[in-house]
């Protein structure tokens, strides 16, 4: 269960969400696009994901996780053949919009996976694991899609048509494993026996202080690490760094997240301070990201991996304290985890947007350090 939840993690969410920064470059030369231009086409992956967190959510809520996780994929790879198919930038920022939108109907219901089917000491590591997936996704695909995949395929467009494929072949995995899969044998009946109803859900997690919090946190932190990974591949190119070595650097920052996502996770459970851990995590990657705008490309082989843990490791436990919040549980999870990465996407969609739109980098991309 977990090894299937990891890899869909990886290959329906990961893969997707991550493959555009690297592509950028060629689809700008293509599509005669600006720095401002990729800005507004990065922010609508985010936006389109905030927009459908909540009711992708509260589908999983109602229809089971299995069935909304299984129409999420087949979405995500038509969505990804409508990005290969764009031959300008409003369709391009459509699509971009409506594959975030796809992912929305996967991600919060991939996190609840892991509330059903392990305990509670065993919670956050579970759900950093399967995480994990999402980072091992942005590795590959950062390191491998621009430099290895285009060139065999011929086009960044048929690398697209390439990962919807594979998001299919997930899909069509997914329902024939898990069809028919409820509960554990012997557990209560959980999220997909018992079927709230919308506004019931609606009012268990809009009245939750403490969900708030965790979504407000995560707007600014993943707004923050959504931004860095779609600005860092052209930052690094424009100081003049090989495109190789400068996607390689920034696969740093996923295979960073993987120990994040796992490590720290696993070191709350440990010690039983889940809270404390967020707060001190959150607080050095707030100081990693400001320390990019001193403009020193050596700190970023330091710092890029720092970010990269943290903000995994925090972004899973709030994802894991969500399934505990009182009068929220596995009932109503489907939905606290859409509304928390809701507002993650949205903050997403701000930051990226305001950056492509802070005066233009020259030459020598000295005003990207404004952006960080």
Same mark, same amino acid.
Request: glycine content about 14%; proline content about 6%; hydrophobic content about 45%.
């Given at each position: 269960m977990l090894a299937l939840v990891t890899l869909a993690h990886m290959l329906v969410v990961g893969v997707p969400w991550t493959v555009m920064p690297v592509l950028f470059t060629a689809a700008a030369d293509e599509l005669h696009?600006?720095?401002?231009?990729?800005?507004?086409?990065?922010?609508?992956?985010?936006?389109?994901?905030?927009v459908v967190a909540v009711p992708g959510g509260m589908l999983g809520d109602r229809l089971g996780f299995v069935k909304t996780i299984g129409i999420g994929c087949f979405a995500v790879a038509a969505?990804?053949?409508? =990005?290969?198919?764009?031959?300008?930038?409003?369709?391009?920022?459509?699509?971009?919009?409506?594959c975030g939108a796809a992912i929305a109907l996967v991600f919060p219901n991939l996190q609840r996976v892991s509330g059903v089917f392990f305990p509670r000491r065993q919670l956050g590591l579970a759900t950093g694991v399967s995480v994990s997936g999402f980072a091992i996704g942005g590795?590959?695909?950062?390191a491998l899609?621009?430099?290895?995949?285009?060139?065999?395929?011929?086009?960044? =467009?048929?690398?697209?048509f390439l990962y919807s494929l594979v998001c299919l072949v997930v899909g069509v995995v997914w329902l024939l494993v898990l069809r028919?899969?409820?509960?554990?044998?012997?557990?209560?009946?959980?999220?997909?026996?018992? =079927?709230?109803?919308?506004?019931?859900?609606?009012a268990a997690v809009?009245?939750?202080?403490?969900?708030w919090l965790l979504a407000i946190g995560e707007l600014g932190l993943v707004g923050s690490f959504i931004s860095l990974n779609g600005y860092l591949p052209v930052y690094l190119e424009s100081?003049?760094?090989?495109?190789?070595?400068?996607?390689?650097?920034?696969?740093?920052?996923?295979?960073?997240?993987?120990a994040g996502a796992i490590g720290i996770p696993a070191l709350a459970d440990r010690i039983g301070a889940g809270k404390v851990v967020m707060i001190v995590s959150a607080v050095i990657a707030t100081a990693a990201i400001a320390l990019f705008a001193t403009s020193v490309p050596?700190?970023?082989?330091?710092?890029?991996?720092?970010?990269?843990?943290?903000?995994?490791?925090?972004?899973?436990?709030?994802?894991?304290?969500?399934?505990?919040?009182?009068?929220?549980?596995?009932?109503?999870?489907?939905?606290?985890?859409?509304?928390?990465?809701?507002?993650?996407?949205?903050?997403?969609?701000?930051?990226?947007?305001?950056?492509?739109?802070?005066?233009?980098?020259?030459?020598h991309g000295h005003s990207f350090s404004g952006r960080f």
């Open positions: 696009l600006s720095i401002a231009q990729i800005g507004l086409l990065w922010s609508m992956l985010p936006i389109g994901a905030a969505a990804n053949v409508l =990005r290969g198919l764009a031959t300008s930038l409003p369709a391009l920022t459509l699509f971009m919009f409506l590795v590959l695909t950062t899609s621009a430099t290895v995949v285009m060139p065999l395929t011929g086009s960044w =467009r048929h690398v697209l028919g899969r409820g509960t554990p044998q012997g557990e209560s009946p959980g999220p997909e026996t018992s =079927r709230p109803g919308f506004a019931n859900s609606i809009f009245g939750s202080r403490e969900a100081t003049g760094l090989a495109k190789s070595l400068a996607d390689t650097m920034t696969s740093t920052l996923f295979i960073a997240s993987i050596a700190l970023y082989w330091a710092l890029i991996p720092l970010v990269g843990a943290t903000t995994q490791g925090i972004g899973t436990l709030a994802l894991a304290h969500a399934m505990q919040i009182r009068r929220i549980g596995q009932t109503h999870a489907g939905t606290a985890l859409g509304f928390i990465g809701g507002m993650a996407n949205f903050g997403g969609f701000v930051m990226p947007a305001i950056g492509g739109n802070w005066p233009r980098p020259t030459r």
